[in-house]
């Protein structure tokens, strides 16, 4: 299996989800062993940061890279795309601290890939494949996270938030080549509880509720939906009879499920080698991804 790249510069841009702040990427094609590499164009020097776990900094709402003093924050939506595509090298020159939001999934980011095209290098691929089971559990999430001998790179997710609105869900990937058409354009999601928090915290200050699913699993007094359409600068806003607000419509009945298979996807893509196994993840985040990943790297 040789290593790809891709065959033209591509760019696009955005506003980052958490900060506000907008910024363009631009994709460029990297020789074989390049690896995933993150450039800031806007810092003296260009500093690198490499898509390595080694330097994931925060696994808080996103997954986050730092190298040095050089950072960039939300990286898990650009990576899934690549992985997906089955890239093993490509240089990333970003202008900015954040990768762009854009719809809250990893479809503009395939489409860009997509468009630019896909090269083949005469290096061969570097590949891990499970022998053995490998498994992960957190005690304080109820996360466990396990990958085990298979024929190719599978994936098999079960989300659980209590919840009777977001139902117990489940999404299966069967081969990577199923990324594109069946996964990408699953968007994030949170809970409508959770904005206040996450709005005290400095955070989603990107977020314009156009990017993301928001699920309503309590009752929204009316004061609290007037400074949501004032703080998101939407006329009109309400609960479906599904629970979501009427920001937008599901693209697939279990998208959040969907959503967290593609972050699973991301961050394990941290590992830089290409696995050959299943995983299983129940109940998923960033937080546990990039401990699971690092339990894979460290037999690898």
């Known amino acids: 299996m040789k290593q790809k790249t891709i065959k033209n510069i591509t760019s696009i841009s955005g506003v980052g989800l958490h900060t506000g702040l907008s910024s363009t990427v631009t994709l460029m094609p990297a020789k074989s062993n390049t690896g995933i590499n993150f450039i800031r164009t806007d810092l003296n ?31 898990e939506h650009l990576l899934a795309a690549i992985a997906g595509a089955d890239l093993d090298n490509l240089i990333i020159q970003i202008n900015n601290l954040e990768v762009p939001i854009l719809d809250g999934s990893s479809k503009e980011f395939t489409q860009l890939i997509n468009d ?20 992960f559990y957190d005690d304080s999430s109820g996360t466990k996270l396990t990958i085990e001998p298979a024929d190719n790179f599978k994936i098999e997710v079960e989300i659980d938030y209590n919840s009777h609105i977001l139902k117990k869900q489940r999404a299966y990937m069967n081969s990577i080549s199923e990324f594109s058409s069946k996964f990408t354009s699953c968007r994030t999601f949170c809970f409508l509880h959770e904005l206040d928090i996450l709005l005290k915290n400095n955070l989603i200050k990107g977020g314009d509720i156009s990017n993301a699913i928001v699920i309503a699993d309590k009752k929204i007094e009316s004061n609290k939906l007037k400074e949501l359409k004032k703080i998101f600068n ?11 607000l009427n920001n937008l419509e599901l693209r697939f009945n279990n998208e959040p499920a969907r959503h967290k298979l593609l972050d699973v996807i991301g961050d394990l893509s941290l590992i830089g080698i290409k696995i050959i196994g299943k995983i299983t993840a129940i109940k998923p985040g960033h937080k546990n991804n990039i401990k699971f990943a690092k339990c894979i790297k460290k037999i690898i």
Request: hydrophobic share 35%.
């Open 116 to 135: 630019a095209g896909i090269k083949f290098l005469e290096a061969e691929k570097n590949i891990f494949k499970v022998k053995k089971a490998i498994s």
């Open 45 to 75: 020097n260009n500093p690198i940061i490499k898509a390595n776990l080694d330097n994931v900094i925060s696994t808080n709402r996103s997954t986050c890279l730092k190298k040095n003093k050089a950072e960039v924050k939300t990286v």
């Open 234 to 244: 939407k006329e009109e806003l309400k609960v479906t009879s599904e629970g979501i």
